[in-house]
């Protein structure tokens, strides 16, 4: 199994903005030439892991957002690059966090290392 790259991570104010790339190659993000369906995840400390965005794998289809971040996150993705993004704006302290990217679902043995986001007052 391959392991995705998350960067993008870092130290913001309320109300700052970031974006997040993941960098997802080879199986299981990619099967018999397709790319699969993607997620951003995140997991705030003493907290399980949720859901923040998913987006299909056929260009034009579906788009989900945990309704928290909806309105202020965006997700998108560049097949040519294997590459996820997630645009973060006005971040609110609660949405600190590290945030990882998987297939959508989640390939249970196919977490990376995650990115960390820390919102300040």
């Known amino acids: 199994q391959v392991q995705p790259e998350e960067t993008g991570g870092g130290l913001v104010q309320t109300g700052g903005s970031l974006r997040l790339t993941c960098i997802a190659s080879?199986?299981?993000?990619?099967?018999?030439?397709?790319?699969?369906?993607m997620g951003w995840y995140r997991q705030a400390p003493g907290k399980d892991r949720e859901l923040v965005a998913a987006?299909?794998?056929?260009?034009?289809?579906?788009?989900w957002y945990k309704d928290s971040v909806r309105g202020r996150f965006t997700i998108s993705r560049d097949d040519a690059k294997n590459m996820v993004s997630l645009q973060m704006n006005s971040l609110k302290p609660e949405d600190t966090a590290k945030y990882y990217c998987?297939?959508?679902?989640?390939?249970?043995?196919?977490w990376g290392q995650g990115t960390e986001v820390t919102v300040s007052e």
């Open positions: 998987n297939t959508y679902p989640a390939e249970r043995t196919s």
């Open positions: 080879g199986h299981p993000f990619i099967v018999a030439g397709n790319h699969m369906d």
């Open positions: 987006m299909s794998s056929f260009k034009g289809g579906s788009i």
